[in-house]
Structure formats: C-alpha cells, structure tokens
Nanobody, 114 residues
C-alpha cells in the first residue's frame, strides 16, 4: 500500500485548506483511513479518521472545523479544514490502517499565520 498526500500550504488564521490522499497498491486491505499531525517538539496526534463504511472520528480540537471524507471507488481520503488556527500548524500525515499493518504517506506542511 502506498499513500500520496496532496495539499497543504500557508494560510491566514480563519482560512481554509484541503488535504487529499490517494492510496494505491493493495487498497482493499485498508479499513480505516485518516489524518494525523505532528507539530514541532510534539508527538504525532490523531486529527480525524474514517472507516470504509463512513464512520468518522475527530480530535476534540478540530471537531466542528474539520471534515473528513472518503471515496472508496477512487481510494482517496480528503480533509477539509476550515476556521484554521495557528495551533493547527503542523506536518499532516495520511494514514491507512489494515490488518497487514499501518501505512503512512509523506507529510505535508500546513502553516497557519496569526
């Protein structure tokens, strides 16, 4: 399984960004897809996940501002981020969870200026 992340960039506080991730390879193995983030000096943390059936889970800090969605036919997962705050600044990682293991995409930088 390979995961390729797209999007990210620099935005002012209150703005929006959209992250996308495309999975390739043995994608049928992936049940849960999601996004994690890691800020400088901090541990990687969960942002949002979505199961193949569409059940979502969000970190409390992003609930109501971020929306995760998934297209099983295209093997993609998207994170729409609205009302961004400076504390959302981090490297964001796409993740695919399967019985065979945990798969990670390359990180994409999100920077929110105040």
């Amino acid at each position: 399984v390979q995961l390729q992340a797209y999007g990210g960039g620099l935005v002012q506080a209150g703005g929006s960004l959209r992250l996308s991730c495309a999975a390739s390879g043995s994608v049928f193995r992936i049940n849960v897809m999601g996004w994690y983030r890691q800020a400088p000096g901090k541990q990687r943390e969960l942002v949002a996940t979505i199961t193949r059936r569409g059940t979502t889970n969000y970190a409390a800090s992003v609930k109501g501002r971020f929306t995760i969605s998934r297209d099983n036919a295209k093997n993609t997962v998207t994170l729409q981020m609205n009302s961004l705050k400076p504390e959302d600044t981090a490297v964001y990682y796409c993740n695919g969870e399967a019985v065979s293991g945990n798969y990670w995409g390359q990180g994409t930088q999100v920077t929110v200026s105040s």
